[in-house]
């Protein structure tokens, strides 16, 4: 069947998410509904849920009511027939790593370009690894995986590096950025879903996510690297890692130790985080107006009421907070929160694919 007749605007570009009933693949159906220039035509996931409605399957979890039309709608598999059938070439993808490596891959064969949550190809020196508010001149690197027929990848950072990388910007393009140290604090949906099992979280913190340190370390450096002819030179500062998971349900708190190349006050770093335009006044649906929202609030940000920071109406979550800008000797100090799944995940895939477009590359 060709869904093409049923579609509410043809102007709109047709897309597909794949792992649409995990975390993240529910906050894209969440934040696709009514886009102005997306609309989601398909939902697929694993075999297992492939072939049953949407609502019948997904443990829904998030703040607003499952949109009705997707809730009906059949779960397809992943398959690039099926989707050129209906009229689709952009591809959203919260798919698990492991899983991402080949089925990403097959797709940017198969013509789709895709705009990825995964960690499979974020380090591959062709592949941008976006934020579009904070690099998005990094999105000039598709044009090194060009080829004919070909489709291509852009990823999204790790979500705890989306947040850091949005504040760590506008500090190292003013002072240079020496050497930083985050301490996280990561809420229970970075992990997906069910992810952590409730009897070891209850009542716990464990400071340890595989994997997760080393991704902050070496993905920061990369977003906030030079884009050169042959790909990204990274940033020379030095980043150390510290991350726990806690018993919290969305929102990554952060507790960020810069070391500036130059000597800055606390009122210019609070100038400097609160004037930040990342996109130069470009309008994307889902771009905040503000990055980056400073609060004087000695006891914010806190997830329980920051995480839905940002403006238009579009772009809820889509702002970091910080707070609690400190002076320690030569450094500064502050606490940085980002929506995992918002900011850190679906709404960044989304800003990124919105750029895409006004740039020429949809
Ligand atoms: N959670 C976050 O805050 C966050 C932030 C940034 C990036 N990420 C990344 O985003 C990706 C998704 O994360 P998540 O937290 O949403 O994970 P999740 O809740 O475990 O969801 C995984 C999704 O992938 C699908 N899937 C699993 N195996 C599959 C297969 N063999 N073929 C097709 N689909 C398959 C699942 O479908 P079924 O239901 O059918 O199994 C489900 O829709 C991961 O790579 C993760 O590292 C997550």
């Not at 939902?43 to 829904?60: H, M, P, Q």
């Not at 050129?84 to 064969?109: Q, R, T, W, Y």
């Not at 009897?199 to 920061?220: F, Q, S, T």
């Amino acid at each position: 069947m060709n869904r093409l007749k049923g579609r509410e605007n043809l102007d709109r570009i047709p897309v597909a998410v794949i792992g649409a009933t995990g975390a993240v693949g529910q906050r894209f159906v969440q934040l696709l509904k009514s886009h102005p220039w997306f609309e989601l035509i398909i939902v697929a996931a694993s075999g297992k849920s492939a072939g049953k409605r949407y609502k019948d399957t997904v443990n829904w979890g998030l703040d607003e009511k499952m949109p009705e039309d997707i809730g009906e709608k059949k779960i397809e598999e992943i398959n690039s027939k099926t989707f050129k059938d209906e009229g689709i070439e952009l591809v959203f993808s919260a798919l698990p790593a492991n899983i991402a490596k080949e089925v990403e891959l097959d797709l940017v064969s198969n013509g789709f370009y895709v705009f990825s949550n995964a960690s499979a190809y974020r380090m591959g020196k062709d592949v941008p690894l976006l934020i579009a508010d904070v690099n998005g001149d990094h999105l000039g690197l598709v044009d090194l995986q060009r080829e004919a027929g070909k489709g291509y990848i852009v990823t999204n950072p790790n979500c705890t590096v989306t947040g850091l990388a949005t504040g760590l910007k506008p500090l190292d393009r003013e002072f240079g950025v020496r050497s930083v140290v985050v301490t996280t604090y990561q809420a229970l949906s970075g992990a997906g879903y069910p992810g952590v099992p409730s009897l070891d979280i209850i009542g716990n913190i464990i400071p340890y996510i595989p994997n997760e340190e080393e991704k902050v370390e070496e993905e920061c450096k990369k977003i906030l690297g030079k884009l050169t002819v042959e790909g990204v030179e990274p940033s020379p500062f030095y980043v150390f890692a510290s991350c726990a998971r806690v018993p919290v349900r969305d929102g990554h708190l952060e507790s960020v130790l810069v070391e500036l190349e130059e000597d800055a006050v606390v009122d210019e770093v609070k100038k400097v985080l609160r004037d930040y335009d990342g996109l130069e006044s470009r309008t994307l649906p889902t771009a905040p107006k503000k990055p980056i929202i400073v609060t004087e609030d000695e006891s914010r940000p806190q997830p329980l009421f920051d995480i839905y920071s940002g403006s238009p109406k579009r772009a809820k979550g889509m702002s970091v907070t910080v707070g609690r800008i400190k002076r320690i000797h030569d450094k500064i100090r502050f606490f940085l929160l980002v929506h995992n799944t918002i900011r850190g995940a679906a709404g960044c895939s989304i800003m990124n694919a919105e750029l895409a477009k006004i740039e020429g590359y949809l």
